[in-house]
Nanobody
Framework: VQLQASGGGLVQPGGSLRLSCAASGFTLRYYAIGWFRQAPGKEREGVSCISSSDDGSTYYVDSVKGRFAVSRDNAKNTVYLQMNSPKPEDTAVYYC?????????????????WGQGTQVTVSS
């Protein structure tokens, strides 16, 4: 089981960026996926979570509601995090994870498998 997060980089405030989380070794559609971030000196926080494809429920932390969107491409075994109108405070290393049940929230604990992280820097 492996997760590969990618798509990070430098983006201007108000721009857009799409992060990808590609899975190998298992079929992603049957599992909940979480996106998390950790900024320097801060604790890791849950950004967005999506349940398995049968349900499709999503969660967003308040600070990204209306700006970020999580989605799946089952044919590519990949989950995306579309980041629209990013702000400097969104700067962090972003991780994807799987391996726990979706329970309506997105705590950054007890996920069994983690991707390696991708740096997102929002700056003009």
């Amino acid at each position: 089981v492996q997760l590969q997060a990618s798509g990070g980089g430098l983006v201007q405030p108000g721009g857009s960026l799409r992060l990808s989380c590609a899975a190998s070794g298992f079929t992603l559609r049957y599992y909940a996926i979480g996106w998390f971030r950790q900024a320097p000196g801060k604790e890791r926080e849950g950004v967005s979570c999506i349940s398995s494809s049968d349900d499709g429920s999503t969660y967003y932390v308040d600070s990204v509601k209306g700006r970020f969107a999580v989605s799946r491409d089952n044919a590519k075994n990949t989950v995306y995090l579309q980041m629209n109108s990013p702000k400097p405070e969104d700067t962090a290393v972003y991780y994807c994870a799987t391996g726990r049940e979706y329970g309506g929230s997105c705590p950054p604990v007890n996920w069994r498998y983690w991707g390696q992280g991708t740096q997102v820097t929002v700056s003009s």
